[in-house]
C-alpha cells in the first residue's frame, strides 16, 4: 500500500480518526498504534506479516537473555546479531549466492538440473532489521532501558517507517511512545510536508521514471547525450523519490504524535564528498557510523586504519542495499572517494602555502560542487544498472556511443532537473519557510483555497499510476 495512492487515503483516514481521542491515554493508544501497524503492514502479504512477527518474537526473547545481564549477555548479543544477519541474508541474498555458486561450478553434473527457490524479500526487511540489531546493541550497552513487549512491537513495526525508514532510534521513539504529552505538530508544517511529499513523488519522481528505466537496461540503443541525461535523471529521480517518501512519513508520524527525523538536507548542494553524507539518508548514515564504522575502529587507531575503516563500511553499506556486484563497487566506489575526501582534507590542503586569487578563489566552490555530482551521478549509475556489466556498459557509452539520435533533447526535462537541482536543493528550504508562513494565515478560506490549488496542481502534472518507491527493493 503505497503512500499517494487512495487505498492509504482511506487507511489513513480511518486510522487517524479513531485514533486521535486516546493519544493521551498511553496504554490503548499503543494498542491501537500496534494494530494499526499490523494491518498496514498485512496489505504486503499475510505471509511477511508472519515472518515479522516471528522476528520480533525471537529477538524480544534474545532481549530477555540481554536483561539477565549476566556473563552470558555478550553470548546473546552475538547470537543476537548473527540471526538477524542470517535473516536478513536469507531473504535479500539467498537467490544471489546461490546463482554465483552454480555460476562458478557449472561444470558439476548436478548444476545444470538443479532449481534454486526464488524467495520474495519482504517489504521493509532491511529497515526494521536495522532496527533490532541497533536495539540488541544498545541494549547491550545499558543505553536503552529494557522495553515492554507491546513498546518493542510498536518500534520494530510502526506503519509510517517500516517500508523505507526513517530509521529511528529507539530511545527517542519510547519517549514519545510512554508520554501522554505527544509531539505537538502545527497543522501548517504537515500541510507543507505532505504537499512537499506528493510534488517530489507523485509528480517529479513519476516525470523522471519514464527517462531512466530504458537507457539502465539496454544503454548500447541510446547515445551519449541521452546517457548523460539518463544519469543526472537518474540522480534527480532517487532524491525526489526517497525524499518525497521521508516527507510523506514524517507527515504522517507528525499527527500520530512522533517527531520528524530529518533524513534529507539539500545532499545536491554539497561540496565534497563527507558533506553529502552528511546529508543524504541520515538516518542511515548515523546508523552505519554507530554501528559499523565505529565498532570497526573509527578513527581511533591512526589514520590508515581510519580510511580503511571508511572503505569497509561503505562497502557493506552497498552490499545491504543489493545483492549483486554493481551495489558493492557502488560502495566501494563511495568508501574510496570518502578516504580520497579525508586524506586532501588533512593532509593536502594545510600544506598549500600558495593562496588562489579572488578569481579563482570563487571558481573552487563550483568546482567542489561540479565535482561532486559529477561522482555521485557516475556512482548512482552502478546502482541502478541490473548488473555490472550493464553499468560498464553505460558508462563506456557516455564517451563513445554508435547512436547519434538524441531522444531525450526535450524542454520539459531540463525544466524538472533545474527544479530539483536549483530550486529544491539550493533554496528548498527558504521555499518550505515561505509556504509555512502562507499557510500559517489565520483566514481559513485561504488556507483551504491555497491548499486545493497546490493538490490540483500535483494531480494534473502527475501520471494516471504512481511508480513504487524505489527504496522499497530495499
Known amino acids: 500500500m503505497l503512500f499517494p495512492t487512495y487505498s492509504f487515503l482511506i487507511f489513513f483516514i480511518i486510522v487517524f480518526s479513531l485514533g486521535i481521542s486516546l493519544k493521551k491515554q498511553v496504554g490503548l493508544y499503543k494498542a491501537f498504534l500496534l494494530v494499526a501497524n499490523l494491518i498496514f503492514y498485512s496489505f504486503w502479504g499475510l505471509n511477511f506479516l508472519v515472518l515479522l512477527l516471528i522476528s520480533i518474537g525471537i529477538n524480544y526473547g534474545i532481549l530477555l537473555g540481554l536483561r539477565s545481564r549476566s556473563t552470558a549477555a555478550k553470548s546473546w548479543l552475538i547470537a543476537g546479531i548473527v540471526f538477524n544477519i542470517l535473516y536478513l541474508g536469507t531473504f535479500k541474498y539467498y537467490n544471489f549466492f ?10 558439476l553434473p548436478f548444476a545444470s538440473t538443479f532449481q534454486p527457490l526464488e524467495i520474495l524479500v519482504p517489504v ?14 544498545d541494549c547491550y550497552h545499558q543505553t536503552l532501558a529494557f ?12 506503519f509510517p517507517q517500516i517500508a523505507s525508514g526513517p530509521i529511528a532510534r529507539a530511545k527517542e521513539f519510547y519517549k514519545q511512545l510512554n508520554s501522554s504529552q505527544k509531539y505537538d505538530y502545527k497543522i501548517e508544517e504537515v500541510i507543507v510536508l505532505i504537499l512537499s511529499g506528493l510534488f517530489k513523488k507523485y509528480t517529479l519522481s513519476s516525470f523522471l521514471f ?61 561540496f565534497s564528498l563527507q558533506e553529502f553524507w552528511h546529508r543524504w539518508h541520515i538516518s542511515l548514515s ?19 586504519r581510519k580510511y580503511l575503516n571508511l572503505f569497509l563500511t ?27 575526501n579525508h586524506y ?34 557516475l556512482s548512482w549509475i552502478f546502482f541502478q544498472s541490473p548488473n555490472l556489466e550493464t553499468a560498464l556498459n553505460f558508462i563506456q557509452g557516455i564517451w563513445i556511443s554508435d547512436v547519434q539520435i538524441v531522444q531525450f533533447n526535450v524542454w520539459q526535462l531540463y525544466l524538472v532537473i533545474f527544479i530539483i537541482l536549483v530550486l529544491i536543493n539550493f533554496y528548498g528550504k527558504a521555499i518550505t519557510s515561505v509556504l509555512i508562513r502562507l499557510f500559517s494565515l489565520k483566514n481559513i478560506f485561504f488556507r483551504i483555497v491555497l491548499t486545493s490549488g497546490f493538490v490540483y496542481s500535483i494531480l494534473m502534472l502527475g501520471p494516471n499510476s504512481v511508480p513504487p518507491f524505489i527504496y522499497f527493493n530495499f
Request: aromatic content about 18%; charged content about 10%.
Open 98 to 107: 546461490v546463482d554465483s555458486f552454480l555460476e562458478i561450478f557449472s561444470f
Open 124 to 137: 521493509g526487511v532491511s529497515f526494521y532489521t536495522f532496527r533490532i540489531i541497533s536495539h540488541l546493541v
Open 147 to 158: 522495553p515492554r513487549w507491546i513498546d518493542y512491537a510498536i518500534y520494530i513495526s510502526y
Open 210 to 270: 519514464n527517462f531512466t528505466q530504458l537507457p539502465f537496461s539496454d544503454p548500447g540503443s541510446y547515445s551519449c547525450g541521452d546517457l548523460i541525461l539518463a544519469a543526472v535523471s537518474y540522480s534527480c529521480l532517487i532524491y525526489v523519490d526517497f525524499s518525497g517518501y521521508s516527507d510523506l512519513s514524517n507527515a504522517i508520524s507528525s499527527v500520530f504524535g512522533f517527531r520528524p527525523i530529518e533524513n534529507f538536507n539539500c545532499p545536491y548542494r554539497s
Open 286 to 304: 548515523e546508523w552505519l557510523r554507530d554501528y559499523l564504522y565505529i565498532p570497526l575502529g573509527g578513527n581511533r587507531h591512526g589514520k590508515q
Open 314 to 340: 561503505m562497502l557493506l553499506g552497498g552490499f545491504w542495499h543489493g545483492a549483486g556486484l554493481n551495489f558493492i563497487v557502488w560502495g566501494g566506489l563511495h568508501g574510496l572517494g570518502l578516504g580520497l
Open 344 to 377: 586532501f582534507k588533512e593532509e593536502i590542503t594545510p600544506r598549500l602555502t600558495l593562496q588562489p586569487s579572488a578569481k579563482v578563489s570563487s571558481i573552487i566552490p563550483l568546482l567542489n560542487w561540479g565535482l561532486t555530482f559529477g561522482f555521485v551521478t
